[in-house]
């Protein structure tokens, strides 16, 4: 299977900052990412697709100014949660689609984040 | 959207036991991924079956694509088989996004 990591796995921060994180692709090009959310004990929620060389689309309800996606290059995006709150606190996760004639979907270990 | 249901929500087993895990889901499906969510929170893919019947060890699935379910067999169930079960979809047309269902919780006891 794909190898995808994120970093930083875990981060706290003040109410008001931001915090970005990276999502890579070790092992194989990647033109689309995808970023999900998931709340303590509830399932995973699509936020946005991330699109190499154009802007992210974003799921209903996300708010596009406040989850910066940039795909920089074809190994790496990163989801910036600008002036974070409280309620923003959750863990995210990435993944990368297989490049090739089926369409399965590896994650990246996900990154915990804590707002004070 | 696509609606993608599990059942059980909740499983407790005594280790060595079987246990069948159902995903239901409301339209046609390209893609099927049966994933198990560690303590640590990073997903596992199990398996990728939009249909047909694998096999892997202990675990296997089956997916009936025209009746819009997909089944989970866990044999000889171990401690280390505890945790969360999601199977997730993209239908025809969405760009291979995934839909979750609301995940089966497993827990396995000596």
């Known amino acids: 299977g794909a190898v995808v990591s994120q970093h930083p796995s875990r981060v706290i921060c003040k109410s008001g900052t931001s915090v970005k994180i990276e999502c890579r692709s070790l092992?194989?090009?990647?033109?689309?990412m995808f970023w999900y959310r998931q709340f303590p004990k509830q399932s995973l929620m699509l936020m946005a697709t991330?699109?190499?060389?154009?802007?992210?689309?974003?799921e209903q309800g996300v708010e596009k100014d406040k989850f910066l996606i940039n795909h920089a290059s074809l190994t790496l995006s990163t989801l910036t949660v600008t002036s974070a709150h409280p309620e923003d606190s959750s863990f995210y996760i990435c993944?990368?689609?297989?490049?090739?004639?089926?369409?399965?979907?590896?994650f990246g270990p996900g990154t915990r984040l804590t707002v004070l | 959207g696509i609606q993608v249901e599990q059942s059980p929500p909740d499983l407790i087993l005594q280790e060595g036991a079987n246990s069948t895990l159902r995903c239901n889901f409301s339209d046609s499906v390209n893609n099927l991924q049966w994933f198990h969510q560690n303590p640590w929170g990073q997903l596992i893919n199990l398996f990728y079956i939009p249909s047909g019947t694998k096999q892997n060890g202990r675990l296997s699935a089956t997916t009936v694509a025209t009746e819009r379910y997909s089944l989970l067999y866990i044999s000889s169930s171990q401690t280390t088989d505890s945790g969360v079960y999601f199977c997730?979809?993209?239908?025809?047309?969405?760009?291979?996004?995934?839909?979750f269902g609301t995940g089966t919780r497993l827990q396995v006891t000596l």
């Open positions: 092992d194989f090009q990647a033109t689309t």
């Open positions: 993944s990368v689609p297989r490049q090739s004639s089926t369409l399965e979907q590896f």
């Open positions: 991330s699109n190499e060389g154009s802007k992210a689309t974003y």
């Open positions: 997730a979809v993209s239908s025809t047309g969405t760009a291979s996004k995934l839909t």
